[in-house]
């Protein structure tokens, strides 16, 4: 069936499953092609209801189409719902978030099937115990804002770090939103800032130190996730970021000499290693200033902090 768009309800997003964002490869088929895939939708007393297809859809209005096929069902149920969204998960079309918006979806709109729904959370889904077992978890993460939704979908975050996520105080979560919404974050860097985070807020001082992060202090998009967890890193180990900073003081000040100190990552090691530059017309009898002229008591105090 072909219907127009202007009789379908594209603002209903309620069985929006997977990741928001649209792949150019989609478009570039829709535009060439025509959708290959027709939209299900579902028919209401007062409107057609999207059900699947709903970046087919936005990228058909995109490209100034006023029309679609479809597929207009009268009704769906629990098992048909179930063996469509496993296709879709199949396909990797759904995230994280959107696996878990497929269980809130199943539990809030079919009667009965728990059973059917346990099953296919589990072994088809693959959703964790944890939020399958607690609806105020499933909530949480349901709850939590668009830009991390679409930031968690989109990188594949574990589950995991998803239920740490919705365990945070709700200006944490807000705030992490208000990052992602600046810049990307790297997926390990992002692991981390989530696993530093709790021990922040548990210092009354934590919390209010956080807020004050400005990406505008990082000095441009490229360097802000490494800004960000170089901020948040001080302030959960922050004796290890006061040695570092001594450290690197050290290091400074025997670098502009033509001196490289390095030290072991996280002062984890017994040694450190100098290196002396030389160029070719210096006159090698440098190399003996250079040593000499060394403060064997900073080197020292350089090797204390291992």
């Not at 150019?24 to 939209?39: A, H, K, N, T, Y």
């Not at 297809?53 to 679609?68: P, Q, S, V, Y």
């Not at 919705?166 to 979560?173: S, V």
Request: aromatic share 8%.
């Amino acid at each position: 069936m072909r219907l127009s768009l202007n009789d379908i309800d594209l603002d209903d997003r309620y069985f929006k499953i997977s990741r928001d964002y649209i792949d150019e490869g989609l478009r570039s088929s829709i535009r060439d092609f025509g959708v290959l895939d027709p939209p299900v939708v579902v028919r209401e007393p007062d409107r057609l209801r999207v059900v699947f297809g709903f970046n087919r859809l936005r990228i058909l209005k995109e490209l100034g189409h006023d029309a679609t096929p479809a597929v207009v069902l009268p009704g769906i149920d629990a098992e048909w719902y179930v063996r469509s969204v496993l296709l879709k998960c199949h396909r990797n079309e759904a995230g994280p978030v959107g696996r878990l918006k497929i269980l809130h979806i199943l539990r809030n709109t079919f009667d009965g099937g728990a059973d059917l729904i346990a099953h296919a959370a589990k072994n088809g889904l693959h959703i964790p115990e944890y939020f399958i077992n607690s609806e105020s978890l499933l909530t949480a993460a349901m709850n939590l804002p668009q830009p991390l939704k679409r930031y968690l979908d989109h990188k594949d975050i574990p589950h995991k770090i998803i239920r740490e996520l919705t365990e945070l105080a709700p200006d944490a979560i807000d705030m992490i939103s208000r990052w992602l919404e600046y810049a990307p974050i790297r997926v390990n860097i992002f692991k981390s800032l989530i696993g530093m985070l709790p021990d922040i807020y548990d210092r009354a001082e934590g919390a209010g130190t956080l807020q004050n992060i400005a990406p505008d202090e990082a000095g441009g998009i490229q360097r802000w996730d490494e800004y960000l967890f170089g901020r948040i890193y001080r302030l959960r180990y922050p004796s290890y970021s006061s040695l570092k900073m001594k450290a690197d003081e050290i290091v400074r000040r025997y670098s502009s000499e033509g001196i490289r100190i390095e030290y072991p990552p996280y002062f984890e090691g017994d040694s450190i290693s100098l290196t002396l530059s030389l160029r070719k017309q210096d006159d090698p009898e440098i190399i003996k200033k250079k040593i000499d002229g060394m403060d064997r008591g900073v080197l020292r105090e350089l090797l204390d902090l291992l």
